[in-house]
């Protein structure tokens, strides 16, 4: 089924297979993996989502597309989609499946009806969209049983199919704010640098921000400043060892001062050196510099 494309094209990935197998999840790590994602695309429009991302994006984007029997009769045009090729990429059909007793228990847990039952029983439903899929079982280039699979072990699978070492790898985001701005809802570590010497009362840094050398110094050999810094990092590490193991691609750190503009700067310019120093891909954004 996969079909070569030109060598700037990046790849169109289509996921497939049984309702309850995994197909959101799959999505959601592609998603992750730097694609663009399209959920529930009836396949007549698959050569008109690659012209769009193309344009929108250019043709390197690489592009997933979620396509499932709630497309009713647009589903049948699937095979005859990707058989003609799509827009010149390389196209890779990943079908999910799982042993029909865990897709009724999935079903029945998440409390909702298969797409096929009808008025009759869940058992039903998956019975017609086999036979829907059978052909697309067949052609398929990628066959991943869920049966066994727990959600980080499927995102595990994915990766490893689709995965570039770039993508695969944990990034953290070490996020500057003031806490008269509001604390960041989406962090998943909080630090405060209340505890360290405010260069505000210094007239010759307040004007400055933690960025300029001057302040960095200042805040940086305040007592109190090493010791949190020698003890956080390797914190942050073994937590960060932790969500590659548990598959998580990203990590959010927000360090907090009063206004964003002096300390959580500074303290965070350094913890993003030193994570980059100990090999993570980390990045450093300051929030509310240029509020106060």
Known sequence: MAKHADPI???LVVITGMTGAGRSTA?????DLGFYVVDNLPPGLLADVVRLVDDSHGPAQAIAVVVDVRSGSFFQGLRSALAHGVGGREVTLVFLDADDQVLVRRQEAARRPHPLQGGGRLLDGLERERVVLADLRADAD???DTSNLNVHQLTDRIADAFGSTESTRLRVSVISFGFKHGIPVDADYLADMRFLPNPHWVPELRPRTGQDP?????VLHRDGAAQFLDAYVPLLEGVAAGYVREGKRFMRVAIGCTGGKHRSVAMSEEICRRLQDAGYSARVFHRDLGRE
Do not use: C, F, N
Not at 27 to 31: D, M, N
Not at 214 to 218: F, I, K, L, N
């Open 9 to 11: 094209s990046g790849p």
């Open 142 to 144: 990628l066959v991943i």
């Open 214 to 218: 001057e302040v960095a110094d200042y």
């Open 27 to 31: 999505a959601k790590e592609l998603e």
